[in-house]
Structure formats: structure tokens, C-alpha cells
């Protein structure tokens, strides 16, 4: 048994056993084994072996060994086969290293270890005491970390072999040292599954009307992304589709430590269809991207989960000026389909490495306002708390939702979801789970006969790999219209940007999350008003005050725009009390409602509860209206939710929302904000 320790002395363990079946083969110069010379008994012992995993990046493939045939099964003879088969690859000139394979105790998951380390010292500790426990080891530095202090990357002799979990034991034990484990790599998997981008704006698909999107043509009135850089860590981009023409800065392959991006692989697809959900340029008969306009900062990452290279990759966005990263990709999904696969309760941590890489990102980039990281939640149809990266505090989540306005039968679940993004589906009898209208999404694909189609583009996109981008190119809007925003500040402006769908089954707390939606589908109208009042608050007036309901009492109202009353099940409104802060000399606020039998109450002062007194009643209109000298330098503007009624009723500057007849639909949620005219 092998150990490794996330979290420094008192983190988490994780025990890795050694397969009795398996064998991890390196070639020479990182061939594909197939391509690779070795003498026909080699030829014959590698046909006898089947692929478990292979890291291509590194010239690393993970072979499970079979018995001769009419050969016993026991574990002392699948022992002595694996031994025989690494022995004869050894002997090869073509074949770099032949080992043996660890995997997770508990999950059964293949970890591949190599011989380099992660070790940070503690913050006080001077660097040259930190030199002196590198040396005592017998380590060579081969990178200081950035990200951290007193943070290094360094390496044992080659040939070390498995007494690297020694070292990296030894080391945490002393004093001066944090953290410290070795480069431990798993598998990484990505989270993939004109009229037909039916998740940007309404449209008709085979006859059949499709609404169910983002409002991207309300948030382009007021910005296309301009002035905003996505940094897109994936298997690579193809730079050259004249889709992302002029907006590519600071390329980077991670795995290769290059300027070269670009794919490298015959399955490096991924990539160039994610960077064009979030930012393609939308050309005739092409795909548009959420924000056409932003930069883009391809980042080419083919390692496994946990290599340095992961944690290079979003250094790289933060010292480049990338202002958001997106990562459509994380740990092993479980089956989707089959409840019972182990794989769901699989627990994948995130290194220390990596974390604090991230860390760096959230804290330090953007000038020190923080990168904005989005995650894929996952395909697996299972629970976000077991996958470390996209349940990490700092990340935000993005579930996927279909063209129907539902949960996408795949995406994953829990309370780390914060938003979810239109994506693709599939129709499922076994879970009751109905078909969708539409193939997936439109988005941008490898040129020629490459990637997923040879048109250039590819209709069938999907999964939360779709979503993940989709949601990124919402915060790169959100971050052009106000690049002042704070990571902290933007995450919980996304929370506020969200329309809930599926009331009946996507069962909203009291805080209005769900664990299937987070806080709703993103509207990307939303979130750009809300991005530009929130740097209207930091240098002027704002309303506040409180929304009566039935049942609930009095709540505040949300700030920038945001509806106030997202309640599961709706509660009716029965008044207002609103004021203006901090106070403008010259400019007071009125408002009146719609109080079906009274008729129109109007307020008597400003902050004055309007409305009706009696909780058997409800409103249906109200009208505000700025009044004073200063009334003419702004607006107001105010929508409400109404009973029965799909999006939402707006007006400004004391027109009516709702009616002001006397029947109408109850109103059900309120949100109030001042805007400052343009000049």
C-alpha cells in the first residue's frame, strides 16, 4: 500500500494499491505503442494486453495483461505474466520505461505517478533553508512555482520508481514543509456527450418552436464581449477558423510547454468547439459564440488530472490576462444511465498543486479583481460533492438544460451547481426522460475532415462541455460592461442573472437554488443590466426598501436589478415601500399600485408602505416615477413576474407594470433599479 496526502500533514489520505494486471508502457519520443519498433516477441506479448488508459501527452499507455490461454487464473500467475511482459519491454531500445500500475484503493481509478514532486514550504521558511531540504533529498529543481511561496517542482533521480512515495512521505514530516505529494496523474475526461443556435434566441427547429435561451440578442444591445479575454484550457483550438480571426493572445500548449496550441491529436476535437460556443465571431451560414467580440486565449492541456502541467495551464491565464477560464473537462463520469455504476460515489480531490494554481488564478489575476473559473459539472447523472474541481468554493458549476426548458437527463447534480447553460439531450424511456427537439448545439468545429464533421461546424455538440463555454462567454459579456467587477462580486451577480425553469420539478430552496438548475438558466440580457447597474451603484444613487408578500412578510429588495421573490410555491405581492440611497439632493422617488376593488393607492412619502393592508387581497400594476431637479439625469426601471405569464413585464419612468385596469394577473416578483441616462 502507497500513500499520498492532500492538504499537507493533517489532509486527506489517499491509499493506492498495486495492480497485479497491469502495466504502464512509456515509448521513446512519446510514439503511440502501435508505431513503435520491438521485436516480435514484444509484438506478441503487447497483442496478448488490452488499453486500459493512455496519457498520448506523455507517450504513456496503461495495459491490462491477459493469462495464455488454458493457463490458471490465481493472482500468483496474472503476477508472474505482468512481471514477464514488463521484463521483455524493458529489454526494448524503443520502449522508455515499462512499470508497474497503482490504482486507488477505494475506486479501483489508475493513478499514474511519475518521479517529479510538488513541495511548498511553509511561507516563513527562508529559501535557502528550503534549498537545503531539496538538496538533502537529492532532488533537482526543475521550476519555482509562481503561484505560491516557497512553492517548487522538482524531481528524483530517474529509476526511482515507486520509492517516490517514500520521499514525498519523508518530506511532509519535516517541519519547514506545507505540502508535498507527487505528480500523481489520473485520466481526464471531457464533459461532452443560423436557426439551429436555438440556445442563443428563439427560433423553429423541424416545425417546432424552440424557446429556450439565454436572451443573448438583449445583452448585445448593450455589448458583443469587446475588451474581454477567455482563456479556453483544453485539448487544443484551431486558431486558424476564421471564426476567432484577429482575437487570438497569448497561446499555449501546457502539455508541450509551447506556443502552439493547436490540435495535435486525430481526437484533439474538443477544444476548437468549446472556444466557439464561447466566443466565435458568428460569420454567414457560421456559428456565433455568446460573446463574438471577447479575445481568445487557447490553452492546450492533454495531462492527466493532478500533472503540473494542469496547474501551469492556469497560471498561464492569470500572468496572460485572461479575465475568464473555462475547463470543460474534470474527473471520470460515472454511467449516466445505471444508478448502480460505483463510479458515482467515486471521490476525486483536487491537488495541492492545482488548488493553489487556481487559488493564484481567483486571487491574483485580473490585476488582483480575481479570473472568473467556470466548470463543467459533470455527465454522470450523479452528484457534484465527489468531484474536487468543480465543487471547489471559487469555481462556478454550470449544469446543462435542454431545448425544452428541463434538466438534461446526464447532468450532474448537488449544491455546487451554481448556474446551467442550454446543451444538448437525450430522450430516455427508462427515466420517463421525453426526446429533444433539436440535434445539440451549433458551434465551430476543426477545419476540412477534421474533427467532428467536415462542414467546419458541427450541429451536435453537447453535454455540460457545451454549457461550461456558454456560461464563460456570459461572464466575458458581464466583464465588458463592467471590468471592475471582483470574482466574488461576479459569481454572485450570476446567482441574480438566472430565470428558474421547471418550477414544478426543480425544487428551489427558500434561497431560490435548486440542486439540479443552481439559480436558474443564465439569461445573458440580465446579466449585462445587472453588471452595468452594479458599476452605476459604485458612483450614484440606488432604490431600496422592501416588497410585501402574502404568507412571507416583508423581504429587501435585491439589489442591482434582481428580481426580489423567487418563492417555491409563488407568493403573491401585496405592496411596496421604496426609497433612494444614499440620498440625491433634488431627486425623490414615487410610486403607486394597482389594488384590484381599491383601485390605485399612490405612496405619501418616500418609503412609505403602498399597498393593500389585507393579505386576502394582491396588486396588479405599479408604476414608479423619479421626480426633483436631478429626475432628468436618470431612469427607473422595473419588471414583475405575473402569475401564469412565461418572461417577464417591464416598463419605466412611470408607465405601468402589469395594468392598471381593474382585473389583471397577480404579481408574484418585483425588481426596481435607477439607471444613469447616456450621455
Known sequence: MYKVKFGGKKGKTINLVESPDMVAIRTKDNEELEKVSVSRASKELIAHTTEVVSFPEAGVTVRRVALEEGELESAKATIAHRDETRAALKQEENIRFAGRVLQDAESGEVMLYTENFFVKFKDPVPEKDCLAIIKKYNLKIKNKLVFATNAWFVEAEEGTGLKVFEIADKLLKEKEVEYCHPELVQERRFKVIHPLQWHLAKTTIGGKTVDAHVNIEKAWQRTRGKGATIAVIDDGVDVDHPEFAGRIVHPYDATENNDNPRPKSQDDNHGTSCAGMACAAGLNDGASGVA????????????????????????????????????????????????????????????????????????????????????????????????????????????????????????????????????????????????????????????????????????????????????????????????????????????????????????????????????????????????????????????????????????????????????????????????????????????????????????????????????????????????????????????????????????????????????????????????????
Open 292 to 679: 463574438p467580440e471577447a479575445k481568445l486565449m487557447p490553452i492546450r492541456l492533454r495531462s492527466g488530472l493532478g500533472s503540473m502541467a494542469e496547474a501551469n495551464a492556469f497560471v498561464w491565464a492569470a500572468d496572460k490576462g485572461a479575465d475568464v477560464i473555462s475547463c470543460s473537462w474534470g474527473p471520470t463520469d460515472g454511467e449516466w444511465w445505471n444508478p448502480g455504476d460505483a463510479v458515482h460515489n467515486r471521490l476525486t480531490m483536487l491537488p495541492d498543486s492545482t488548488r493553489l494554481a487556481m487559488d493564484y488564478a481567483l486571487t491574483k489575476g485580473r490585476g488582483g479583481k480575481g479570473c472568473v473559473i467556470l466548470f463543467a459539472a459533470g455527465n454522470g447523472n450523479e452528484d457534484t460533492k465527489n468531484d474536487g474541481y468543480a465543487s471547489y468554493p471559487g469555481v462556478i458549476a454550470v449544469a446543462a438544460c435542454n431545448d425544452t426548458g428541463r434538466r438534461s437527463v446526464y447532468s450532474d447534480f448537488g449544491e455546487s451547481v451554481w448556474v446551467c447553460f442550454p446543451s444538448g439531450d437525450f430522450g430516455y424511456k427508462p427515466f420517463q426522460h421525453p426526446a429533444p427537439i433539436s440535434q445539440g448545439l451549433r458551434t465551430t468545429d476543426r477545419l476540412s475532415d477534421q474533427g467532428y464533421d467536415p462542414t467546419d461546424y458541427t450541429n451536435t455538440f453537447g453535454g455540460t462541455s457545451g454549457a461550461c463555454p456558454g456560461a464563460a462567454g456570459t461572464v466575458a459579456l458581464m466583464l465588458s460592461a463592467n471590468p471592475n467587477l471582483t470574482q466574488p462580486e461576479v459569481k454572485k451577480l450570476l446567482s441574480r442573472s438566472c430565470r428558474r425553469i421547471d418550477e414544478a420539478g426543480g425544487e428551489y430552496g427558500p434561497n431560490g437554488h435548486s440542486i439540479w438548475y443552481g439559480y436558474g438558466r443564465i439569461d445573458a440580457g440580465l446579466a449585462v443590466e445587472n453588471a452595468l447597474a452594479a458599476a452605476q451603484q459604485a458612483t450614484g444613487p440606488a432604490v431600496e426598501g422592501t416588497v410585501k408578500f402574502a404568507t412571507v412578510g416583508e423581504q429587501p429588495l435585491q439589489p442591482g436589478g434582481s428580481l426580489t421573490g423567487n418563492f417555491t410555491p409563488a407568493k403573491k405581492v401585496l405592496g411596496l415601500a421604496l426609497k433612494i440611497h444614499p440620498a440625491v439632493k433634488g431627486l425623490k422617488i414615487k410610486y403607486k399600485v394597482n389594488v384590484p376593488g381599491p383601485g390605485v393607492v399612490e405612496s405619501k412619502s418616500e418609503g412609505a408602505y403602498t399597498g393593500t393592508a389585507t393579505g386576502r387581497q394582491r396588486i396588479i400594476g405599479f408604476a414608479i416615477e423619479l421626480t426633483g431637479m436631478e429626475a432628468k439625469k436618470y431612469e427607473v426601471h422595473y419588471s414583475a413576474r405575473l402569475q401564469g405569464v412565461a418572461g417577464l413585464a417591464s416598463a419605466k419612468n412611470g408607465d405601468w407594470c402589469g395594468t392598471d385596469k381593474k382585473s389583471g394577473k397577480t404579481i408574484q416578483a418585483v425588481s426596481v433599479q435607477i439607471r444613469k441616462k447616456q450621455a
